[in-house]
């Protein structure tokens, strides 16, 4: 599958918009995104220290605890990651 690389700080996207992008991150296709995944991810929509705001987007929207953000828990992920420079209409 290819890395996908693209910047998309400080353009407007909508929350679906948004969830689509990372989704299209979930390399294993189980419908979860894992840290790894995120950290990709993050690193490819133009987020500086991917590896920590990863770590960080799973202990806030990780609701269940399992490592993983799930298709529940993507709401509370976005809603995170608009605070990262993304702007969300």
Same mark, same amino acid.
């Given at each position: 599958?290819?890395?996908?690389?693209?910047?998309?700080?400080?353009?407007?996207?909508?929350?679906?918009?948004? !969830?689509?992008? @990372? %989704?299209?991150? /979930?390399? #294993? &296709? +189980? *419908?979860?995104? $894992?840290?790894? =995944?995120?950290?990709?991810?993050?690193?490819?929509?133009?987020?500086?220290?991917?590896?920590?705001?990863? !770590?960080?987007? @799973? %202990?806030?929207? /990780?609701? #269940? &605890? +399992? *490592?993983?953000? $799930?298709?529940? =828990?993507?709401?509370?992920?976005?809603?995170?990651?608009?605070?990262?420079?993304?702007?969300?209409?």
């Amino acid at each position: 599958m290819a890395i996908w690389s693209f910047r998309c700080v400080g353009v407007p996207l909508t929350e679906d918009q948004l !969830k689509g992008l @990372l %989704k299209r991150f /979930d390399t #294993n &296709g +189980d *419908g979860r995104l $894992s840290k790894k =995944e995120l950290k990709v991810a993050f690193r490819s929509l133009g987020l500086k220290h991917s590896g920590w705001r990863a !770590k960080r987007a @799973l %202990k806030h929207a /990780d609701a #269940n &605890g +399992d *490592g993983f953000i $799930s298709e529940e =828990e993507m709401n509370q992920m976005v809603k995170y990651a608009s605070r990262w420079g993304f702007t969300i209409y």
